[in-house]
C-alpha cells in the first residue's frame, strides 16, 4: 500500500487527475470527460470527484490529501463547502478555483492567475491571503476571452458587418466554413438553435485563422478579448491582489500566440511591474501543490486559499 496525493482540476470539459507519492514519484496523470461537471451542490460535486478518484487512485493505495480546482467555486464559502463535503467522505482536502491552481502550479506563492479556455476568470490573493476572484460569470453573458465567447463576438462582428453592406474581408466565411453552412441567415441558425459551450468553443480556431488571414474584424475580436482579459487583471490588482508574476493558462491562450501577445502587451503596458508567464505545466499540477501543503501541515481543516 502506498501513501498519495491527487491533484484535481475540475474544468468545462475535462478533469485532470495526477497521482502523486509522497516523495513526488507521479503514478497517475490522466485527463476525464467533464461535461457533466456542477460544482453546485456541494455534496453532489463531491461524489462526482470521488467517484472519479477511486477510477484513477490503485486499489489499496491510501489518499493522503486531495488538492482541487473547481470550475464553479467562485466563493471562498463555496470552495470551503465543498472542502467540507470532500472531507466528509473520506478525503481531506483543499479546494479552490480552478484560476486559483495556476500560481501554485507555477511554482509561485503569491501571483494573478488568468484562465481563458472554455470560459474566462482571473484570481488573486490580498495581503491578508482572501482569495479574489473577477470575471468568470458565464459564457452567455461574458468570459470575453474564452472559446465561445470569441465565437460568440465574432458572429456578431461578422452578421453587422454584413448588414452594413461591407464585404466580406474572410471572417463571415470563415466562420460559415468552420459551422457547415453557406449562408450568413444559415450561419446565424447555427449558432442561435445549438447555444451551447460545445457548439461554440471549437469555431474559435476559425476566428484566428481568418486574423491570421488578414481578417480585420477577427482581428478586433481577438484583441477586445486580449483587453478584456487584461481588464480582469487590473481589476484585482486595484481590489490588493498582492504578486509580481500573472499566470495564464487555459485551451485558448495556451494555443493561440495571437491572443498571448495581445494580452501581454496590454498588462505590460497597465502594469509594468507585472510579467506574464505561461503556464508550462498541467494546471492540475496546482492541486497537487495544495495537497502536498495538506498533507504536509498536519491539519484536518479545509482550505479555499
Not at 72 to 98: F, I, K, Q
Request: glycine letters at 12%; proline letters at 4%.
Amino acid at each position: 500500500m502506498t501513501d498519495v496525493i491527487v491533484g484535481l482540476d475540475a474544468g468545462g470539459t475535462k478533469l485532470g487527475v495526477r497521482v502523486v507519492s509522497l516523495d513526488g514519484s507521479r503514478i497517475a496523470d490522466v485527463s476525464l470527460p467533464a461535461e457533466d461537471w456542477s460544482a453546485s451542490p456541494a455534496g453532489d460535486a463531491a461524489r462526482w470527484l470521488v467517484e472519479r478518484i477511486r477510477r484513477v487512485v490503485a486499489p489499496g493505495d491510501q489518499v493522503v490529501a486531495v488538492g482541487v480546482g473547481a470550475q464553479g467555486c467562485d466563493t471562498v464559502e463555496h470552495c470551503h463547502e465543498l472542502a467540507h463535503e470532500l472531507t466528509a467522505l473520506g478525503y481531506r482536502s483543499a479546494v479552490v478555483n480552478d484560476a486559483a491552481l495556476l500560481v501554485p502550479a507555477a511554482g509561485l506563492e503569491t501571483g494573478i492567475g488568468v484562465i481563458a479556455g472554455t470560459g474566462s476568470i482571473a484570481v488573486g490573493q490580498d495581503a491578508s491571503g482572501e482569495t479574489l476572484f473577477t470575471g468568470g460569470w458565464g459564457w452567455v453573458i461574458g468570459d470575453e476571452g474564452g472559446a465561445p465567447a470569441i465565437v460568440r463576438e465574432a458572429t456578431i462582428a461578422a452578421l453587422a458587418a454584413r448588414d452594413d453592406g461591407l464585404p466580406d474581408d474572410g471572417l463571415l466565411s470563415g466562420l460559415q466554413q468552420a459551422f457547415g453552412v453557406d449562408s450568413a441567415p444559415s450561419l446565424a441558425r447555427a449558432v442561435n438553435d445549438t447555444p451551447t459551450p460545445e457548439n461554440w468553443g471549437p469555431r474559435a480556431i476559425a476566428v484566428f485563422a481568418a486574423a491570421d488571414a488578414g481578417s480585420a474584424l477577427a482581428t478586433a475580436v481577438i484583441d477586445r478579448a486580449a483587453e478584456h482579459l487584461a481588464a480582469l487583471v487590473g481589476q484585482l490588482v486595484r481590489r490588493g491582489a498582492v504578486g509580481d508574476s500573472v499566470v495564464a493558462a487555459g485551451s485558448v491562450i495556451a494555443n493561440q500566440p495571437r491572443l498571448l501577445a495581445a494580452f501581454s502587451a496590454r498588462v505590460a503596458a497597465a502594469h509594468p511591474s507585472l510579467g506574464v508567464v505561461l503556464l508550462e505545466d498541467a494546471p492540475v499540477a496546482g492541486g497537487v501543490e495544495l495537497a502536498r501543503r495538506l498533507a504536509a501541515s498536519g491539519t484536518h481543516g479545509t482550505s479555499a486559499d
